[in-house]
Structures are given as structure tokens and as C-alpha cells.
């Protein structure tokens, strides 16, 4: 569905500014207000640089450049074509809307940080549970229900076992978003076994995406990286690559 695809990416480009605000505000551990900060300085920057796409290029008054706004923009873009490219304009497509910013929103605040915060984990998977539950039967899609259920658990599960036998290797943070994800994946599928069979291929994937890369940023720079972006990645990767049961 091209055109879908185009008009949601369209609209992430458009959403952007406002999940960089919850990303900056976020970062700076402060309440929400709307305006976007110098990453580097904390200088507050002209009000221009909320504008989608044309703010890009603003720059706080000592000419500080960053990563943030730019590689907020480019996921909103790509997860939102994944997401219109998959659903079209279908019930199931609002929910992942959500998701895949709140999403970006984590991975962005996780590279920074190291931490995936409470304040986007718990909501995100309360909200998205609540689609799941509230969402399915009305549009004649009840079988979606125990298949997602299975995935998120059985995919919260497995990291907080990582995380008991191995705490370095698996913060509390990633378990959080654990069942978020294998909610997502487990969504697509009316049928249990194919759920949690895809949650399996999503999790290795972020596994391996996470190990690989991984290692290459810590031979070349010297910094520590975070493994949630890298399961956020590898269940977007599944999700672009499977057709909705409710299709
Ligand atoms: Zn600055």
C-alpha cells in the first residue's frame, strides 16, 4: 500500500517535533514543556526549530550541531512507512502509530542515556495492552488476542531470565519493554505457535543486530552501548516483514 506508506511517513515526519520534545524532555529529567534544548549546552533553541523538516538545521546560539533531531525524524519516517506500508488505513494501524513513536521516542532517550525511562515503558505497554484488549473483538478480530498474549509474555519472560542469570548484560529497563514488543509482533497472527515463533525470530534478530553492531561501536569508539534500541529495530524488522492476520 504505497500510498499509505507515503502519507504516514508524511506524518511521522510531522509528529517528530513533538517526540523530540518528550525525548529532550526526557533527557534533561524535566517537565514537559514545548521547546527543544541544545543537546550539547541545554541552551534553549528559537522556536523555528519546532518547525518539522525546516527546524532540522537550527542551531543553539554557540553553533551546536547534534545527531538527536535528525535521527528522530529519519525513525519517525521509517518506522511510520513500515507501519502504513502494512496495516493501510485500517483499525490496526492507529495503535501502531502510537507504539512506534513511543518506540523511537525510548531507542533515542536509550542511546543518550543508557536508560529506557518508566515514564515511556509502563505507559506504553498499558496503552498498547489496552488496544489489544479493547480493540480486537469490536472489529471482529478476538483470535488476535491469546497469540499477542503469549508473545509479550513469553518475550517479557525470556529477558527477565537473561536478566536474573546475567544483570551486566540485560538492564531492568529492556525487561520493561520486553512485552511491548512481543505484543507487537504477536498481534499480526491469530494463531499462537506462528506468534511466538516470529517473537523468536524478532528477539535473535535483536540479538544478533545488538551483538554485531555492538561490538563494532566498542572496538571503534570506546563507548558502552545500549541493547534496547537493537531490540526495537529487530521487532520492527519482523513486523515490516509480515502480512496482518486481520488483513
Ligand atoms: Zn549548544
Aim: hydrophobic share 55%; glycine share 10%; charged share 15%.
Amino acid at each position: 500500500m504505497p500510498l499509505e506508506a507515503a502519507l504516514c511517513t508524511a506524518l511521522g515526519v510531522l509528529l517528530a517535533p513533538l517526540v523530540s520534545i518528550i525525548v529532550d524532555r526526557a533527557v534533561e529529567r524535566e517537565p514537559l514543556v514545548a521547546e527543544l534544548r541544545c543537546p550539547r549546552c541545554s541552551r534553549t533553541l528559537a522556536r523555528r526549530a519546532l518547525v518539522p523538516v525546516f527546524g532540522l538545521g537550527e542551531r543553539c546560539s554557540e553553533g551546536h550541531r547534534h545527531w538527536r533531531y535528525p535521527a528522530v525524524t529519519s525513525a519517525m519516517a521509517a518506522t511510520y512507512a513500515v507501519a502504513g506500508y502494512r496495516f493501510g488505513f485500517t483499525w490496526q494501524l492507529w495503535p501502531y502509530l502510537v507504539l512506534f513513536a513511543a518506540l523511537v521516542a525510548m531507542s533515542i532517550i536509550d542511546i543518550e542515556t543508557k536508560l529506557l525511562v518508566n515514564i515511556i515503558t509502563y505507559p506504553t505497554l498499558a496503552g498498547f495492552l489496552f488496544a489489544v484488549l479493547a480493540l480486537s473483538s469490536p472489529n471482529g478480530y478476538s483470535d488476535g488476542i491469546a497469540p499477542a498474549l503469549w508473545a509479550g509474555g513469553l518475550y517479557f519472560l525470556f529477558f527477565l531470565v537473561v536478566h536474573v542469570v546475567y544483570p551486566a548484560g540485560m538492564g531492568l529497563g529492556d525487561v520493561k519493554l520486553a512485552p511491548s514488543l512481543g505484543l507487537g509482533v504477536g498481534w499480526l497472527f491469530t494463531e499462537t505457535t506462528a506468534a511466538v515463533e516470529r517473537m523468536m525470530v524478532a528477539v535473535i534478530l535483536g540479538l544478533l543486530l545488538g551483538g554485531v553492531i555492538g561490538i563494532i561501536v566498542q572496538r571503534s569508539r570506546k563507548a558502552e552501548v545500549p541493547f534496547g534500541p537493537f531490540m526495537v529495530l529487530g521487532t520492527i524488522i519482523v513486523i515490516a516483514g509480515t502480512v496482518p492476520a486481520s488483513l
